[in-house]
């Protein structure tokens, strides 16, 4: 008879610890789903609040530049290109059957600037240069070769410009090249040329998604008085 009894007291108290345990899981599956939909509703009102930024992809300012380039090209708008750096190879490797490797090489001649093009029957003419700097832009990133093909190609009444992209902000601004050359000529180029400068003279270009770079907006409104048709 005792051992019955004890027998049932024992099946009672597993059954008790049982019933116990499934109440805690239940409770606590509900207050995970609480958790979950809270941290949800968090991520998603974050990502309400903020703007998107299409620039900040881990996307280089060249090739936002070029994908800015093939967008004017495939609608028509422009042709503009990078310019082939001009380099003569003097040796080469073949590790690979496949594969060539150059060991030696140097510049035949100095580069000009980065892009050119046609817009609208336009010479198209720019350089960019891109800092991690807030504040300023090196000017000793500007060569005199490349100042003096500005300087030739305003005489030619070409649109001449330089893109300056200010990484840590995720701001480009468009300075005209005749801008640029009165204050390289200041002191060929020895000191950095102020943000205030770039703010004062040039021309914020707001980045978007199609172009990344919308420089041509800036050239049809401020370099041709808005003259020129879409």
């Known amino acids: 008879?005792?051992?019955?009894?004890?027998?049932?007291?024992?099946?009672?108290?597993?059954?008790?610890?049982?019933m116990a345990k499934s109440k805690f899981l239940e409770q606590k599956k509900k207050f995970d789903v609480i958790i979950f939909n809270k941290i949800s509703s968090q991520k998603r009102q974050t990502s309400l609040s903020q703007p998107k930024?299409?620039?900040?992809?881990?996307?280089?300012?060249?090739k936002m530049i070029?994908?800015?380039?093939?967008?004017?090209?495939?609608?028509?708008?422009?042709v503009i290109h990078k310019k082939p750096t001009p380099i003569q190879i003097v040796k080469v490797d073949y590790p690979h059957r496949s594969r060539a490797k150059i060991v030696e090489a140097y510049f035949r001649q100095a580069s000009t600037t980065d892009y050119s093009g046609v817009y609208k029957g336009h010479y198209i003419d720019f350089e960019a240069k891109e800092t991690k700097q807030k504040c300023a832009i090196p000017m000793k990133n500007f060569h005199p070769h490349q100042i003096q093909h500005m300087e030739q190609v305003l005489a030619?009444?070409?649109?001449?410009?330089?893109?300056?992209?200010?990484s840590s902000q995720q701001e480009t601004y468009l300075l005209p090249a005749i801008d640029l050359i009165r204050f390289y000529h200041q002191d060929k180029g020895q000191k950095s040329m102020p943000l205030g400068y770039i703010q004062e003279y040039g021309y914020?270009?707001?980045q978007g998604a199609f172009p990344q770079i919308p420089y041509?907006?800036?050239?049809?409104?401020?370099?041709?008085?808005?003259?020129?048709d879409e």
């Open 1 to 18: 008879m005792m051992k019955t009894i004890i027998i049932i007291v024992l099946m009672s108290m597993m059954t008790t610890s049982i």
């Open 53 to 62: 930024n299409f620039a900040n992809r881990g996307m280089s300012f060249e």
């Open 66 to 78: 070029n994908e800015s380039n093939n967008y004017y090209l495939s609608r028509g708008l422009a």
């Open 156 to 166: 030619q009444q070409g649109i001449c410009f330089v893109l300056l992209h200010f």
């Open 204 to 206: 914020l270009v707001k």
């Open 216 to 228: 041509l907006d800036i050239i049809k409104e401020h370099l041709l008085g808005g003259k020129q």
